[in-house]
């Protein structure tokens, strides 16, 4: 998993609330256990007409949009089914943080897993970031500080500090497996020697 450190990006504004994860990225996507391939079909209902032509008028098809890292919603983003495609889409696309008044808990978990930084403001700090998003201008988020900064003003969030350093280091759950090997092994050979039975080798 990439380290997720400081971030700089024109935001995309999508004012929208109760964002399911069947809206991020539609059932019929979910046959492939990749995580690579579906950023082009994130939002697909948004993003296409029947035909499958690019719907020129929804914010993720338009420059500079279109290659924002940072996604600015609204309220209960993530709810529906727990699917952890819909992380991997956004990801794949090239969202990398999420900023919403709330989330769905299971997707929330699941943004940490997979790199992305949720991150949770009230609307009114929303409101005020969101004019950055219109005036196609960059704002900053630094994981260290907890802070996102934008012109000359700067909003603290809050964070788990063990999901900041899980995103800080890029681990995930097998990395964080691999750091407990030593342990892991000196327990299975006390195990062995003590009980030696439990094993058939």
Same mark, same amino acid.
């Given at each position: 998993?990439?380290?997720?450190?400081?971030?700089?990006?024109?935001?995309?504004?999508?004012?929208?609330?109760?964002?399911?994860?069947?809206?991020?990225?539609?059932?019929?996507?979910?046959?492939?256990?990749?995580?690579?391939?579906?950023?082009?079909?994130?939002?697909?209902?948004?993003?296409?007409?029947?035909?499958?032509?690019?719907?020129?008028?929804?914010?993720?098809?338009?420059?500079?949009?279109?290659?924002?890292?940072?996604?600015?919603?609204?309220?209960?983003?993530?709810?529906?089914?727990?699917?952890?495609?819909?992380?991997?889409?956004?990801?794949?696309?090239?969202?990398?943080?999420?900023?919403?008044?709330?989330?769905? &808990?299971? =997707?929330?978990?699941? *943004?940490?897993?997979? +790199?992305?930084?949720? #991150?949770? !403001?009230?609307?009114? %700090?929303?409101?005020?970031?969101?004019?950055?998003?219109?005036?196609?201008?960059?704002?900053?988020?630094?994981?260290?500080?907890?802070?996102?900064?934008?012109?000359?003003?700067?909003?603290?969030?809050?964070? &788990?500090? =063990?999901?900041?350093? *899980?995103?800080?280091? +890029?681990?995930?759950? #097998?990395? !964080?497996?691999?750091? %407990?090997?030593?342990?892991?092994?000196?327990?299975?050979?006390?195990?062995?020697?003590?009980?030696?039975?439990?094993?058939?080798?």
């Amino acid at each position: 998993m990439q380290k997720f450190n400081k971030l700089r990006s024109i935001p995309a504004y999508l004012p929208i609330v109760n964002i399911d994860t069947d809206m991020l990225i539609p059932k019929q996507f979910l046959k492939t256990i990749k995580r690579t391939g579906l950023g082009k079909n994130l939002f697909f209902e948004m993003r296409y007409d029947d035909k499958g032509n690019i719907i020129k008028d929804f914010i993720l098809n338009q420059n500079p949009y279109n290659e924002s890292k940072i996604l600015i919603a609204g309220k209960n983003f993530g709810c529906g089914s727990s699917r952890e495609h819909a992380p991997w889409a956004l990801l794949d696309f090239g969202i990398t943080c999420v900023i919403s008044p709330s989330y769905a &808990d299971i =997707f929330y978990n699941n *943004c940490f897993k997979n +790199g992305i930084l949720p #991150i949770i !403001l009230d609307e009114q %700090k929303i409101k005020e970031i969101s004019e950055y998003s219109n005036r196609k201008e960059e704002i900053e988020i630094d994981l260290v500080e907890q802070k996102i900064i934008f012109g000359n003003n700067k909003i603290n969030f809050e964070i &788990d500090s =063990f999901k900041k350093k *899980c995103l800080l280091e +890029g681990l995930d759950d #097998i990395a !964080l497996s691999l750091e %407990k090997t030593d342990k892991i092994a000196n327990f299975e050979n006390n195990l062995k020697n003590s009980k030696p039975w439990i094993f058939n080798d």
